[in-house]
Each structure stands twice: as C-alpha cells, then as structure tokens.
C-alpha cells in the first residue's frame, strides 16, 4: 500500500504558478509511476500528468507547455509545476500511485 500527501496548493492570481508536491510512503519510490488528477467543482476528475519510474513525462493536452512533473527519488516526491495559471485550472488536485490516492489539494485561481 502507498501512501501519499499532497502540498502546496492556494489561490493565485490568473497568470500565476503554484509548485504542487506529493510525498510518498509505503513503497521503494523509485519504483512507483505518479499520476497527477484534478477535479473541479460540479465536475469528474480528470487526469493531468504522469511521471514513470524513468522519469517519461506525459500531460492532458490543456495543461503542456504550462505545467511540469518532477520527481525527487531522494525525498520521495514528485511536483507539478503550474505555471499560467487559468481560472479554469482551479480544482482539488490529486496525486496517484498503484490504485492509492491522497487527501487532495485546493488551488483556486481568481481571474
């Protein structure tokens, strides 16, 4: 079982950035692939990026050019850059690993 805890979400201007961090407990982390998922009000969730455990990096189509998945092997966590940000990006915001999910982050973006 992974465990996991999401940081760094707020509210930010529209054009702004947040750094998003996700620790990981339970399992080796450099064997785990991390996934990043949002889900705004009244809405699914919906997926945002991927890291692999050699480090291949995809994103949701919105979201390439503006955000970018990390990851720390040495402190167990991964991060998403956001940069840009849209009003349309505000949303709880959800690290993944293994079919485990954190408790979530809120960022909230004001035009």
């Known amino acids: 079982q992974v465990q996991l805890v999401e940081s760094g979400g707020g509210s930010v201007q529209a054009g702004g950035s947040l750094r998003l961090s996700c620790e990981a407990s339970g399992r080796t982390f450099s064997n785990l692939a991390i996934n990043w998922s949002r889900q705004a009000p009244g809405k699914e969730r919906e997926y945002v990026a991927t890291?692999?455990?050699?480090?291949?990096?995809y994103y949701r189509d919105s979201v390439k050019g503006r955000f970018t998945i990390s990851r720390d092997n040495a402190k167990n966590t991964v991060y998403l850059q956001m940069n840009s940000l849209k009003p349309e990006d505000t949303a709880v915001y959800y690290c993944?690993?293994?079919?485990?999910w954190g408790q979530g982050t809120q960022v909230t973006v004001s035009s």
């Open positions: 993944e690993s293994m079919g485990s």
């Open positions: 890291i692999t455990q050699r480090n291949a990096t």
